[in-house]
Protein backbone atom coordinates (compact mmCIF):
# COMPACT_ATOMS: atom_id res chain seq x y z
CA UNK A 1 0.00 0.00 0.00
CA UNK A 2 1.18 3.49 -1.02
CA UNK A 3 0.04 6.91 0.42
CA UNK A 4 1.58 10.08 -1.03
CA UNK A 5 0.31 12.65 1.89
CA UNK A 6 0.38 16.52 0.98
CA UNK A 7 3.74 15.88 -0.95
CA UNK A 8 5.32 19.50 -2.61
CA UNK A 9 8.79 19.52 -4.70
CA UNK A 10 10.46 21.96 -5.87
CA UNK A 11 13.53 22.68 -8.26
CA UNK A 12 15.37 25.61 -7.12
CA UNK A 13 12.23 28.15 -7.46
CA UNK A 14 9.82 26.08 -9.48
CA UNK A 15 7.43 23.80 -8.18
CA UNK A 16 6.81 20.93 -9.76
CA UNK A 17 4.32 18.80 -7.29
CA UNK A 18 2.37 20.70 -5.02
CA UNK A 19 0.41 18.96 -2.30
CA UNK A 20 -0.01 15.95 -4.16
CA UNK A 21 -2.37 13.23 -2.79
CA UNK A 22 -2.36 9.69 -4.08
CA UNK A 23 -3.42 6.52 -2.57
CA UNK A 24 -2.89 3.16 -4.32
CA UNK A 25 -3.46 -0.28 -3.29
CA UNK A 26 -1.67 -3.85 -3.92
CA UNK A 27 -2.72 -5.40 -6.46
CA UNK A 28 -3.96 -2.17 -8.66
CA UNK A 29 -2.18 -0.81 -11.90
CA UNK A 30 -2.57 2.46 -11.74
CA UNK A 31 -1.85 4.75 -14.42
CA UNK A 32 -0.50 8.44 -14.59
CA UNK A 33 -1.25 10.72 -17.05
CA UNK A 34 -1.08 14.26 -18.19
CA UNK A 35 0.24 17.14 -20.37
CA UNK A 36 3.92 17.33 -20.30
CA UNK A 37 5.25 18.93 -17.55
CA UNK A 38 2.05 17.55 -15.76
CA UNK A 39 4.38 16.13 -12.90
CA UNK A 40 3.83 12.21 -13.84
CA UNK A 41 7.77 11.97 -14.18
CA UNK A 42 8.58 13.76 -11.00
CA UNK A 43 6.09 11.95 -8.91
CA UNK A 44 7.17 8.76 -9.98
CA UNK A 45 10.82 9.55 -9.09
CA UNK A 46 10.05 10.80 -6.31
CA UNK A 47 8.28 7.76 -4.81
CA UNK A 48 11.35 6.02 -6.00
CA UNK A 49 13.03 7.98 -3.85
CA UNK A 50 15.64 9.80 -5.98
CA UNK A 51 14.60 13.20 -4.54
CA UNK A 52 15.29 12.93 -1.07
CA UNK A 53 14.13 16.89 -0.73
CA UNK A 54 10.47 16.71 -0.92
CA UNK A 55 8.23 17.88 2.01
CA UNK A 56 5.01 15.78 2.98
CA UNK A 57 5.02 12.15 3.53
CA UNK A 58 5.18 8.77 1.17
CA UNK A 59 4.32 5.83 3.33
CA UNK A 60 5.22 2.54 1.47
CA UNK A 61 3.85 -0.10 3.44
CA UNK A 62 3.50 1.46 6.58
CA UNK A 63 6.96 3.02 6.23
CA UNK A 64 8.09 6.34 5.88
CA UNK A 65 10.57 6.55 2.14
CA UNK A 66 12.75 8.95 4.02
CA UNK A 67 13.32 6.12 6.66
CA UNK A 68 14.48 3.67 4.29
CA UNK A 69 17.93 2.24 3.09
CA UNK A 70 18.39 2.38 -0.15
CA UNK A 71 18.95 -1.38 -0.48
CA UNK A 72 15.49 -1.89 1.41
CA UNK A 73 13.94 -0.20 -0.91
CA UNK A 74 15.63 -1.68 -4.04
CA UNK A 75 13.73 -5.08 -2.18
CA UNK A 76 10.70 -3.59 -2.32
CA UNK A 77 9.93 -1.61 -5.52
CA UNK A 78 11.67 -1.54 -8.98
CA UNK A 79 11.29 0.95 -11.48
CA UNK A 80 12.19 1.04 -15.38
CA UNK A 81 13.21 4.66 -16.54
CA UNK A 82 12.89 6.31 -19.17
CA UNK A 83 16.07 7.16 -21.38
CA UNK A 84 18.30 4.50 -20.15
CA UNK A 85 21.77 4.59 -21.72
CA UNK A 86 24.07 2.13 -21.43
CA UNK A 87 27.43 2.49 -23.54
CA UNK A 88 29.34 0.08 -22.15
CA UNK A 89 28.96 -3.31 -24.31
CA UNK A 90 27.29 -5.82 -21.62
CA UNK A 91 25.56 -8.88 -22.70
CA UNK A 92 21.25 -8.89 -22.67
CA UNK A 93 21.99 -11.83 -20.22
CA UNK A 94 24.03 -9.57 -18.42
CA UNK A 95 22.07 -6.41 -18.11
CA UNK A 96 19.07 -8.90 -16.80
CA UNK A 97 21.17 -10.11 -14.32
CA UNK A 98 22.27 -6.69 -12.64
CA UNK A 99 18.13 -6.60 -11.57
CA UNK A 100 19.48 -9.40 -8.58
CA UNK A 101 21.71 -6.63 -7.28
CA UNK A 102 19.71 -6.01 -3.84
CA UNK A 103 19.93 -10.02 -3.09
CA UNK A 104 23.21 -10.46 -3.30
CA UNK A 105 23.75 -10.52 0.22
CA UNK A 106 20.94 -13.04 1.07
CA UNK A 107 20.95 -16.82 -0.58
CA UNK A 108 20.65 -16.75 -4.24
CA UNK A 109 19.44 -20.11 -4.89
CA UNK A 110 16.80 -18.87 -8.03
CA UNK A 111 19.01 -16.48 -9.22
CA UNK A 112 19.72 -18.04 -12.43
CA UNK A 113 16.37 -19.24 -12.92
CA UNK A 114 14.38 -16.15 -12.02
CA UNK A 115 17.21 -14.62 -14.79
CA UNK A 116 16.03 -17.01 -17.65
CA UNK A 117 12.56 -17.06 -16.29
CA UNK A 118 12.51 -12.79 -17.20
CA UNK A 119 14.31 -13.27 -20.24
CA UNK A 120 12.04 -15.85 -21.72
CA UNK A 121 8.81 -13.83 -19.98
CA UNK A 122 9.96 -10.85 -21.96
CA UNK A 123 11.00 -12.93 -25.37
CA UNK A 124 14.07 -11.56 -25.28
CA UNK A 125 16.08 -14.83 -24.29
CA UNK A 126 17.56 -15.43 -27.93
CA UNK A 127 18.95 -12.54 -27.97
CA UNK A 128 20.74 -13.14 -24.06
CA UNK A 129 24.66 -13.25 -25.56
CA UNK A 130 24.20 -10.32 -27.59
CA UNK A 131 25.67 -6.87 -26.71
CA UNK A 132 22.92 -5.25 -25.45
CA UNK A 133 23.99 -1.51 -27.15
CA UNK A 134 23.52 -3.24 -30.92
CA UNK A 135 19.89 -4.15 -30.03
CA UNK A 136 17.22 -2.08 -31.15
CA UNK A 137 15.11 0.74 -29.14
CA UNK A 138 12.21 -1.35 -28.70
CA UNK A 139 14.66 -4.42 -27.92
CA UNK A 140 16.60 -2.55 -25.36
CA UNK A 141 13.52 -2.00 -23.34
CA UNK A 142 12.36 -5.41 -23.34
CA UNK A 143 15.66 -5.97 -21.73
CA UNK A 144 15.48 -3.25 -19.43
CA UNK A 145 11.67 -4.64 -18.48
CA UNK A 146 13.05 -8.05 -18.16
CA UNK A 147 15.51 -7.05 -15.76
CA UNK A 148 13.41 -4.93 -13.87
CA UNK A 149 11.01 -8.14 -13.92
CA UNK A 150 14.24 -9.70 -12.43
CA UNK A 151 14.53 -7.20 -9.66
CA UNK A 152 11.04 -7.89 -8.58
CA UNK A 153 10.22 -11.57 -8.25
CA UNK A 154 11.56 -13.97 -5.49
CA UNK A 155 10.94 -16.93 -7.34
CA UNK A 156 10.91 -18.56 -10.71
CA UNK A 157 7.22 -18.55 -12.03
CA UNK A 158 4.85 -15.18 -11.96
CA UNK A 159 2.12 -17.41 -10.04
CA UNK A 160 4.44 -18.87 -7.48
CA UNK A 161 4.32 -16.71 -4.91
CA UNK A 162 1.60 -13.64 -3.71
CA UNK A 163 3.69 -10.64 -3.50
CA UNK A 164 0.29 -8.28 -1.74
CA UNK A 165 2.21 -5.81 0.43
CA UNK A 166 5.54 -6.65 -0.64
CA UNK A 167 6.05 -5.46 -3.94
CA UNK A 168 5.81 -2.06 -6.29
CA UNK A 169 6.48 -2.05 -9.65
CA UNK A 170 7.07 1.76 -11.28
CA UNK A 171 7.09 2.17 -14.97
CA UNK A 172 7.66 5.64 -17.29
CA UNK A 173 6.67 5.25 -20.32
CA UNK A 174 7.13 1.50 -20.41
CA UNK A 175 5.93 0.64 -23.93
CA UNK A 176 7.91 3.56 -25.54
CA UNK A 177 9.59 2.48 -28.59
CA UNK A 178 7.65 -1.07 -28.75
CA UNK A 179 6.13 -2.70 -31.60
CA UNK A 180 2.40 -3.21 -30.94
CA UNK A 181 2.58 -6.55 -29.77
CA UNK A 182 5.37 -6.35 -27.44
CA UNK A 183 3.08 -3.22 -25.83
CA UNK A 184 0.08 -5.56 -25.43
CA UNK A 185 2.68 -7.99 -23.83
CA UNK A 186 4.05 -5.70 -21.29
CA UNK A 187 1.40 -4.04 -20.46
CA UNK A 188 -0.90 -7.31 -19.70
CA UNK A 189 2.42 -8.48 -17.93
CA UNK A 190 1.90 -5.41 -15.75
CA UNK A 191 -1.75 -6.71 -14.89
CA UNK A 192 -0.51 -10.23 -14.33
CA UNK A 193 1.89 -9.26 -11.71
CA UNK A 194 -0.57 -6.88 -10.26
CA UNK A 195 -2.94 -10.01 -9.74
CA UNK A 196 -0.13 -11.36 -7.79
CA UNK A 197 -0.22 -8.16 -5.66
CA UNK A 198 2.05 -6.40 -6.65
CA UNK A 199 1.37 -2.59 -6.65
CA UNK A 200 2.05 -1.33 -10.36
CA UNK A 201 2.16 2.32 -11.06
CA UNK A 202 2.97 3.21 -15.23
CA UNK A 203 3.18 6.81 -16.69
CA UNK A 204 1.40 6.29 -20.13
CA UNK A 205 0.54 8.33 -22.85
CA UNK A 206 -2.06 6.54 -24.75
CA UNK A 207 -5.89 6.57 -23.96
CA UNK A 208 -6.54 3.34 -25.59
CA UNK A 209 -3.68 1.26 -23.56
CA UNK A 210 -5.22 3.02 -19.90
CA UNK A 211 -8.48 1.65 -20.87
CA UNK A 212 -7.58 -1.44 -21.53
CA UNK A 213 -5.45 -1.90 -18.86
CA UNK A 214 -5.91 0.23 -16.07
CA UNK A 215 -8.03 -0.32 -12.76
CA UNK A 216 -7.52 3.51 -11.78
CA UNK A 217 -6.60 6.27 -13.32
CA UNK A 218 -5.23 9.99 -11.97
CA UNK A 219 -4.73 12.64 -14.19
CA UNK A 220 -2.22 15.16 -13.16
CA UNK A 221 -1.97 19.11 -13.78
CA UNK A 222 0.24 21.45 -12.55
CA UNK A 223 1.71 18.85 -10.03
CA UNK A 224 -1.51 17.98 -8.62
CA UNK A 225 -4.27 15.23 -9.00
CA UNK A 226 -6.94 16.55 -11.11
CA UNK A 227 -8.97 13.84 -10.75
CA UNK A 228 -8.75 9.90 -10.12
CA UNK A 229 -11.06 6.94 -10.20
CA UNK A 230 -11.85 3.68 -12.34
CA UNK A 231 -11.65 4.71 -16.10
CA UNK A 232 -15.20 4.75 -16.89
CA UNK A 233 -15.02 8.33 -14.45
CA UNK A 234 -11.81 9.84 -15.66
CA UNK A 235 -11.33 9.49 -19.33
CA UNK A 236 -14.03 11.48 -19.74
CA UNK A 237 -14.03 14.48 -22.05
CA UNK A 238 -14.57 17.13 -20.08
CA UNK A 239 -11.74 16.00 -17.98
CA UNK A 240 -9.41 15.53 -21.13
CA UNK A 241 -9.98 18.69 -22.56
CA UNK A 242 -8.99 20.75 -19.18
CA UNK A 243 -5.98 18.64 -18.75
CA UNK A 244 -4.63 18.08 -22.35
CA UNK A 245 -6.14 21.11 -23.93
CA UNK A 246 -7.77 18.59 -26.77
CA UNK A 247 -11.28 17.69 -27.38
CA UNK A 248 -12.46 14.22 -27.69
CA UNK A 249 -15.65 11.80 -28.18
CA UNK A 250 -15.57 8.75 -25.88
CA UNK A 251 -16.83 6.25 -27.92
CA UNK A 252 -18.25 2.94 -26.65
CA UNK A 253 -18.42 -0.20 -29.25
CA UNK A 254 -20.35 -3.77 -28.64
CA UNK A 255 -16.98 -5.78 -29.83
CA UNK A 256 -14.67 -3.22 -27.06
CA UNK A 257 -15.08 -3.81 -23.18
CA UNK A 258 -13.56 -0.40 -22.76
CA UNK A 259 -14.43 2.75 -23.86
CA UNK A 260 -12.56 4.18 -26.97
CA UNK A 261 -11.04 8.18 -26.84
CA UNK A 262 -11.21 9.39 -30.19
CA UNK A 263 -9.52 13.33 -31.33
CA UNK A 264 -11.50 15.51 -32.81
CA UNK A 265 -8.89 16.30 -34.88
CA UNK A 266 -10.63 19.40 -36.42
CA UNK A 267 -12.21 20.59 -34.18
CA UNK A 268 -9.26 20.77 -31.77
CA UNK A 269 -7.19 22.67 -34.42
CA UNK A 270 -9.98 25.63 -35.02
CA UNK A 271 -10.84 25.85 -31.51
CA UNK A 272 -6.99 25.83 -30.00
CA UNK A 273 -6.08 29.09 -28.25
CA UNK A 274 -2.82 29.09 -30.35
CA UNK A 275 -4.72 29.73 -33.15
CA UNK A 276 -7.04 32.03 -31.73
CA UNK A 277 -3.51 34.37 -30.41
CA UNK A 278 -2.34 34.38 -33.46
CA UNK A 279 -5.69 35.38 -35.19
CA UNK A 280 -6.23 38.15 -32.82
CA UNK A 281 -3.35 39.95 -34.77
CA UNK B 1 32.02 -16.19 -15.95
CA UNK B 2 34.48 -17.60 -13.64
CA UNK B 3 36.54 -19.76 -16.42
CA UNK B 4 36.85 -16.36 -18.19
CA UNK B 5 38.17 -14.64 -15.39
CA UNK B 6 40.17 -17.17 -14.54
CA UNK B 7 41.53 -17.95 -17.97
CA UNK B 8 42.12 -13.78 -18.38
CA UNK B 9 43.83 -13.88 -14.51
CA UNK B 10 46.43 -17.04 -15.62
CA UNK B 11 47.42 -15.88 -18.73
CA UNK B 12 48.15 -12.16 -17.46
CA UNK B 13 50.18 -14.09 -14.29
CA UNK B 14 52.11 -15.95 -16.71
CA UNK B 15 53.08 -13.24 -18.66
CA UNK B 16 53.48 -11.11 -15.64
CA UNK B 17 56.11 -13.23 -14.24
CA UNK B 18 57.67 -13.98 -17.82
CA UNK B 19 58.51 -10.34 -18.12
CA UNK B 20 59.27 -9.58 -14.91
CA UNK B 21 62.10 -12.05 -15.34
CA UNK B 22 63.62 -10.83 -18.56
CA UNK B 23 63.75 -7.04 -17.01
CA UNK B 24 65.56 -8.23 -14.15
CA UNK B 25 67.89 -10.34 -16.66
CA UNK B 26 68.36 -7.59 -19.00
CA UNK B 27 71.08 -4.76 -18.58
CA UNK B 28 74.77 -3.85 -18.43
CA UNK B 29 75.09 -7.19 -16.92
CA UNK B 30 73.20 -9.86 -18.52
CA UNK B 31 71.73 -12.88 -16.68
CA UNK B 32 69.40 -15.40 -18.12
CA UNK B 33 66.67 -16.44 -16.79
CA UNK B 34 67.63 -19.68 -15.53
CA UNK B 35 70.00 -17.69 -13.60
CA UNK B 36 67.56 -15.18 -12.40
CA UNK B 37 65.29 -18.30 -11.51
CA UNK B 38 68.27 -19.52 -9.67
CA UNK B 39 69.44 -16.82 -7.82
CA UNK B 40 65.49 -15.48 -6.79
CA UNK B 41 65.18 -19.44 -5.51
CA UNK B 42 68.04 -19.25 -3.66
CA UNK B 43 66.81 -16.32 -1.62
CA UNK B 44 64.27 -18.72 -0.71
CA UNK B 45 66.43 -21.48 0.40
CA UNK B 46 66.22 -23.66 -3.21
CA UNK B 47 69.37 -24.61 -4.08
CA UNK B 48 69.25 -24.78 -8.27
CA UNK B 49 72.40 -26.11 -10.37
CA UNK B 50 72.89 -22.90 -12.14
CA UNK B 51 76.17 -21.52 -12.26
CA UNK B 52 76.84 -17.62 -12.05
CA UNK B 53 79.01 -14.85 -11.37
CA UNK B 54 79.46 -13.61 -7.66
CA UNK B 55 78.43 -9.90 -9.17
CA UNK B 56 75.09 -11.30 -10.10
CA UNK B 57 73.04 -11.73 -7.02
CA UNK B 58 74.04 -8.25 -5.55
CA UNK B 59 73.16 -6.51 -8.68
CA UNK B 60 70.11 -8.08 -9.19
CA UNK B 61 68.69 -7.74 -5.29
CA UNK B 62 69.81 -4.39 -4.90
CA UNK B 63 69.77 -2.78 -8.40
CA UNK B 64 67.58 -4.75 -10.72
CA UNK B 65 64.37 -6.77 -8.36
CA UNK B 66 63.32 -3.14 -6.22
CA UNK B 67 63.42 -1.43 -9.77
CA UNK B 68 61.01 -4.61 -11.49
CA UNK B 69 58.78 -4.25 -8.32
CA UNK B 70 58.12 -0.85 -8.10
CA UNK B 71 57.35 -1.07 -12.04
CA UNK B 72 55.38 -3.70 -11.15
CA UNK B 73 53.62 -1.88 -8.49
CA UNK B 74 53.14 1.63 -9.77
CA UNK B 75 51.92 -0.25 -13.20
CA UNK B 76 49.48 -2.23 -10.99
CA UNK B 77 48.30 0.95 -9.40
CA UNK B 78 47.89 3.26 -12.11
CA UNK B 79 46.06 0.08 -14.15
CA UNK B 80 43.57 -0.68 -11.75
CA UNK B 81 42.41 3.27 -11.16
CA UNK B 82 42.03 3.52 -15.39
CA UNK B 83 39.49 0.97 -14.46
CA UNK B 84 37.72 2.31 -11.38
CA UNK B 85 37.62 5.98 -12.93
CA UNK B 86 36.03 4.67 -16.66
CA UNK B 87 34.24 2.76 -14.45
CA UNK B 88 32.61 6.30 -12.15
CA UNK B 89 32.65 8.12 -14.95
CA UNK B 90 30.61 5.47 -17.16
CA UNK B 91 33.17 6.77 -19.75
CA UNK B 92 35.67 4.64 -21.47
CA UNK B 93 37.55 7.27 -21.88
CA UNK B 94 38.01 8.77 -18.14
CA UNK B 95 41.36 8.53 -16.79
CA UNK B 96 43.54 9.66 -13.69
CA UNK B 97 44.74 12.74 -15.16
CA UNK B 98 41.24 14.29 -15.82
CA UNK B 99 39.81 14.64 -12.37
CA UNK B 100 43.18 16.34 -11.47
CA UNK B 101 45.30 13.40 -9.52
CA UNK B 102 48.46 13.79 -11.82
CA UNK B 103 47.41 18.25 -11.56
CA UNK B 104 47.51 18.05 -7.67
CA UNK B 105 50.39 15.35 -7.12
CA UNK B 106 52.52 17.67 -9.59
CA UNK B 107 52.08 20.84 -7.95
CA UNK B 108 52.90 19.23 -4.14
CA UNK B 109 55.74 17.37 -5.70
CA UNK B 110 57.01 20.99 -7.09
CA UNK B 111 56.16 23.07 -4.07
CA UNK B 112 58.26 19.84 -1.82
CA UNK B 113 61.19 19.86 -4.45
CA UNK B 114 61.31 23.82 -4.14
CA UNK B 115 60.39 24.51 -0.62
CA UNK B 116 61.70 21.78 1.27
CA UNK B 117 64.19 23.56 2.38
CA UNK B 118 61.86 25.57 4.86
CA UNK B 119 59.80 21.86 6.12
CA UNK B 120 61.66 20.65 9.06
CA UNK B 121 60.63 17.27 8.88
CA UNK B 122 61.87 16.51 5.26
CA UNK B 123 65.63 16.97 5.80
CA UNK B 124 66.71 13.87 6.59
CA UNK B 125 67.35 10.95 4.27
CA UNK B 126 65.12 8.16 6.00
CA UNK B 127 62.07 6.28 4.87
CA UNK B 128 60.44 8.48 7.30
CA UNK B 129 61.31 11.30 4.89
CA UNK B 130 59.68 8.81 2.10
CA UNK B 131 57.19 8.27 3.65
CA UNK B 132 56.16 11.94 4.36
CA UNK B 133 56.75 12.74 1.07
CA UNK B 134 54.51 10.31 -0.55
CA UNK B 135 51.91 11.12 1.67
CA UNK B 136 52.01 14.94 1.22
CA UNK B 137 51.87 14.44 -2.23
CA UNK B 138 49.16 11.89 -1.86
CA UNK B 139 47.46 14.50 0.36
CA UNK B 140 47.94 17.31 -2.10
CA UNK B 141 46.58 14.81 -5.18
CA UNK B 142 43.06 13.77 -2.72
CA UNK B 143 42.94 17.78 -2.16
CA UNK B 144 42.70 19.00 -6.17
CA UNK B 145 40.33 15.63 -6.07
CA UNK B 146 38.05 16.36 -3.56
CA UNK B 147 37.82 20.25 -4.83
CA UNK B 148 37.01 18.97 -8.01
CA UNK B 149 34.48 16.30 -6.40
CA UNK B 150 32.74 19.27 -4.50
CA UNK B 151 32.72 21.79 -7.49
CA UNK B 152 30.26 18.59 -8.95
CA UNK B 153 27.66 18.15 -5.71
CA UNK B 154 24.31 19.74 -6.63
CA UNK B 155 21.50 17.97 -4.52
CA UNK B 156 23.38 15.73 -2.57
CA UNK B 157 24.76 13.85 -5.62
CA UNK B 158 27.37 14.68 -7.67
CA UNK B 159 27.05 15.35 -11.43
CA UNK B 160 29.45 13.36 -13.62
CA UNK B 161 30.03 15.61 -16.62
CA UNK B 162 30.11 18.65 -14.30
CA UNK B 163 33.30 16.83 -12.79
CA UNK B 164 35.11 16.61 -16.01
CA UNK B 165 34.78 20.54 -16.40
CA UNK B 166 35.97 21.42 -13.10
CA UNK B 167 38.44 18.60 -13.92
CA UNK B 168 39.98 20.67 -16.77
CA UNK B 169 39.57 24.27 -14.54
CA UNK B 170 41.78 23.03 -11.74
CA UNK B 171 43.96 21.07 -14.45
CA UNK B 172 44.30 24.36 -15.57
CA UNK B 173 45.32 26.24 -11.74
CA UNK B 174 46.91 23.52 -10.67
CA UNK B 175 49.57 23.73 -13.21
CA UNK B 176 49.94 27.54 -13.18
CA UNK B 177 50.85 27.07 -10.18
CA UNK B 178 53.52 24.25 -10.92
CA UNK B 179 54.75 26.72 -13.65
CA UNK B 180 54.96 29.73 -10.74
CA UNK B 181 57.07 27.06 -8.70
CA UNK B 182 59.17 26.30 -12.00
CA UNK B 183 59.73 30.12 -12.11
CA UNK B 184 61.10 30.80 -8.60
CA UNK B 185 63.48 27.09 -8.73
CA UNK B 186 67.03 27.23 -9.20
CA UNK B 187 68.78 25.06 -11.60
CA UNK B 188 68.81 22.35 -9.72
CA UNK B 189 65.55 22.29 -8.20
CA UNK B 190 64.37 23.26 -12.42
CA UNK B 191 66.16 19.53 -13.27
CA UNK B 192 64.20 18.11 -10.75
CA UNK B 193 61.08 19.42 -11.51
CA UNK B 194 62.01 18.80 -15.10
CA UNK B 195 62.55 15.01 -14.57
CA UNK B 196 60.03 14.33 -12.37
CA UNK B 197 57.18 15.46 -14.74
CA UNK B 198 58.73 13.11 -16.94
CA UNK B 199 58.24 10.40 -14.66
CA UNK B 200 61.17 7.72 -13.96
CA UNK B 201 61.65 4.24 -11.82
CA UNK B 202 65.29 5.24 -11.50
CA UNK B 203 65.48 6.42 -8.09
CA UNK B 204 64.43 2.56 -7.08
CA UNK B 205 65.07 1.28 -3.84
CA UNK B 206 63.95 -1.45 -1.72
CA UNK B 207 62.56 2.13 0.90
CA UNK B 208 60.22 3.36 -1.81
CA UNK B 209 59.45 -0.25 -2.69
CA UNK B 210 58.12 -0.25 0.74
CA UNK B 211 56.75 3.44 1.07
CA UNK B 212 54.60 3.38 -2.23
CA UNK B 213 53.36 -0.90 -1.62
CA UNK B 214 50.42 -0.23 0.82
CA UNK B 215 49.19 2.56 -1.12
CA UNK B 216 48.70 0.41 -3.45
CA UNK B 217 47.86 -2.84 -1.66
CA UNK B 218 44.55 -1.10 -0.31
CA UNK B 219 42.92 -0.39 -3.77
CA UNK B 220 44.04 -3.64 -5.66
CA UNK B 221 42.35 -5.46 -2.21
CA UNK B 222 39.39 -3.10 -1.53
CA UNK B 223 38.25 -2.63 -5.60
CA UNK B 224 37.30 -6.16 -6.75
CA UNK B 225 34.89 -5.90 -4.09
CA UNK B 226 33.06 -3.19 -6.11
CA UNK B 227 32.82 -5.03 -9.09
CA UNK B 228 28.89 -6.20 -8.57
CA UNK B 229 28.14 -2.72 -7.97
CA UNK B 230 29.99 -0.51 -10.55
CA UNK B 231 28.41 -3.31 -12.85
CA UNK B 232 24.89 -1.96 -12.20
CA UNK B 233 26.67 1.51 -11.99
CA UNK B 234 26.78 1.10 -15.75
CA UNK B 235 22.92 1.29 -16.13
CA UNK B 236 23.01 4.93 -14.96
CA UNK B 237 23.12 6.75 -11.41
CA UNK B 238 19.71 6.67 -10.51
CA UNK B 239 18.74 3.12 -12.16
CA UNK B 240 22.19 1.72 -9.93
CA UNK B 241 19.76 3.85 -7.06
CA UNK B 242 16.69 2.04 -7.95
CA UNK B 243 18.76 -1.50 -8.47
CA UNK B 244 20.23 -0.40 -4.85
CA UNK B 245 23.16 0.53 -4.97
CA UNK B 246 24.40 2.94 -1.98
CA UNK B 247 25.78 5.07 -5.21
CA UNK B 248 27.38 8.11 -3.19
CA UNK B 249 28.89 5.78 -0.54
CA UNK B 250 30.58 4.13 -3.98
CA UNK B 251 31.70 7.14 -5.78
CA UNK B 252 33.36 8.35 -2.78
CA UNK B 253 35.31 5.41 -2.23
CA UNK B 254 36.32 4.90 -6.20
CA UNK B 255 37.89 8.06 -5.73
CA UNK B 256 39.83 7.90 -3.23
CA UNK B 257 41.18 4.26 -3.84
CA UNK B 258 42.04 5.19 -7.53
CA UNK B 259 43.65 8.48 -5.82
CA UNK B 260 45.55 6.27 -3.30
CA UNK B 261 46.96 3.78 -6.33
CA UNK B 262 47.78 6.73 -8.35
CA UNK B 263 49.08 9.30 -6.12
CA UNK B 264 51.89 7.30 -4.36
CA UNK B 265 52.99 5.97 -7.11
CA UNK B 266 53.12 9.66 -8.60
CA UNK B 267 54.59 10.47 -5.69
CA UNK B 268 57.69 8.54 -6.27
CA UNK B 269 57.84 7.86 -9.52
CA UNK B 270 56.44 11.20 -11.25
CA UNK B 271 54.10 11.29 -13.95
CA UNK B 272 53.97 8.32 -16.30
CA UNK B 273 50.41 8.96 -18.26
CA UNK B 274 48.78 6.90 -20.42
CA UNK B 275 48.72 3.79 -18.72
CA UNK B 276 45.57 4.36 -16.73
CA UNK B 277 43.80 5.11 -19.88
CA UNK B 278 45.29 2.44 -22.42
CA UNK B 279 45.30 -0.83 -20.11
CA UNK B 280 41.93 -0.82 -19.20
CA UNK B 281 40.31 -0.10 -23.16
CA UNK B 282 42.70 -3.12 -24.23
CA UNK B 283 41.57 -5.62 -21.61
CA UNK B 284 37.86 -4.99 -22.36
CA UNK B 285 38.69 -5.80 -25.71
CA UNK B 286 39.24 -9.31 -24.59
CA UNK B 287 36.86 -9.76 -21.68
CA UNK B 288 33.93 -7.72 -22.06
CA UNK B 289 33.20 -4.73 -19.65
CA UNK B 290 32.22 -7.23 -16.82
CA UNK B 291 34.59 -5.67 -13.56
CA UNK B 292 34.92 -8.78 -11.69
CA UNK B 293 37.28 -9.83 -14.26
CA UNK B 294 38.52 -5.83 -15.67
CA UNK B 295 39.15 -5.12 -12.49
CA UNK B 296 42.17 -7.94 -11.27
CA UNK B 297 42.89 -7.84 -15.05
CA UNK B 298 44.30 -4.12 -15.27
CA UNK B 299 46.12 -4.57 -12.08
CA UNK B 300 47.72 -6.91 -13.76
CA UNK B 301 47.91 -5.92 -16.97
CA UNK B 302 49.11 -2.43 -15.90
CA UNK B 303 52.48 -4.19 -14.13
CA UNK B 304 53.21 -5.85 -17.56
CA UNK B 305 52.87 -2.66 -18.84
CA UNK B 306 54.91 -0.12 -17.16
CA UNK B 307 57.68 -3.42 -16.70
CA UNK B 308 58.16 -3.82 -20.32
CA UNK B 309 58.14 0.49 -20.53
CA UNK B 310 60.47 0.77 -18.11
CA UNK B 311 62.61 -2.02 -19.63
CA UNK B 312 62.77 -0.45 -22.87
CA UNK B 313 63.32 3.42 -21.57
CA UNK B 314 66.69 1.62 -20.10
CA UNK B 315 67.92 -0.63 -22.72
CA UNK B 316 67.00 1.80 -25.99
CA UNK B 317 69.95 4.21 -25.43
CA UNK B 318 72.21 2.65 -22.62
CA UNK B 319 73.93 3.04 -21.04
CA UNK B 320 71.61 6.39 -20.72
CA UNK B 321 67.91 6.03 -19.77
CA UNK B 322 64.80 7.73 -21.04
CA UNK B 323 62.48 8.80 -18.72
CA UNK B 324 59.85 6.01 -18.76
CA UNK B 325 56.73 9.00 -18.85
CA UNK B 326 58.17 9.54 -22.37
CA UNK B 327 58.23 5.96 -23.39
CA UNK B 328 54.27 5.91 -22.51
CA UNK B 329 53.64 9.24 -24.07
CA UNK B 330 54.52 8.22 -26.93
CA UNK B 331 53.29 4.65 -27.42
CA UNK B 332 49.78 5.62 -25.13
CA UNK B 333 48.89 8.76 -27.54
CA UNK B 334 48.54 6.90 -30.67
CA UNK B 335 46.43 4.43 -28.80
CA UNK B 336 44.51 7.28 -27.60
CA UNK B 337 44.32 8.97 -30.44
CA UNK B 338 42.88 5.56 -32.02
CA UNK B 339 40.59 5.10 -29.33
CA UNK B 340 39.07 8.46 -30.44
CA UNK B 341 38.41 7.79 -33.45
CA UNK B 342 37.05 4.79 -33.64
CA UNK B 343 34.51 5.57 -30.35
CA UNK B 344 34.02 8.97 -32.22
CA UNK B 345 29.77 7.97 -31.91
CA UNK B 346 29.56 6.85 -28.57
CA UNK B 347 31.43 10.10 -27.36
CA UNK B 348 29.22 12.20 -29.46
CA UNK B 349 26.45 11.11 -26.97
Not at chain 1, 214 to 235: D, I, S
Not at chain 2, 285 to 305: C, E, K, M, R, Y
Amino acid sequence: MLVVKDVSLSFGNVPVLAQMQLQAQPGELCVLMGANGAGKSTLLRTIAGEYKHYRGSILLNGQELHHMPVDAQARQRAVLSQQLNLQMPFTVAEVVAMGRYAYRASERLYDKEIVTYALKLLQVYDLKDRSYPTLSGGQQQRVQMARVLAQLLEAPALHAMDYTGKKMLLLDEPVTGMDILHQQLALQLAVQLSRQGVLVIAVLHDFQLAAAYAQRVFFLKNGRVYAQGPVATVLSPLHIRHCFGVDVSVLHHSLCAYPLVVTNTAATLFSSSALQATNAY
Amino acid sequence: MQNKKSLSLSILSTALVFVMIIAIGTGAMHMSPLQVIGILLKGIGIQLPVTYTEQMPAVLWMIRLPRVVLAVIIGAGLGISGAALQGLFRNPLADPGLIGISAGASLTAAMLIVLHVYLPFMVSGSIFQTYAQNIITFLGAMLTVLIVFRMSVDGGRSIVSVMLLSGIAINALCSAFTGLMTYVADNEQLRNITFWTLGSLGGATWQTVLAVLPFVLVPVLMLPRMAPALNVFALGEQEAMHSGVQVNKLKTQLIIYATMAVAAGVAVAGIIGFIGLVVPHIIRQFTGPDHHILIPSTALAGAILLTVADLLCRTIIAPAELPVGIITAITGAPVFIWLILKEKRLIAV
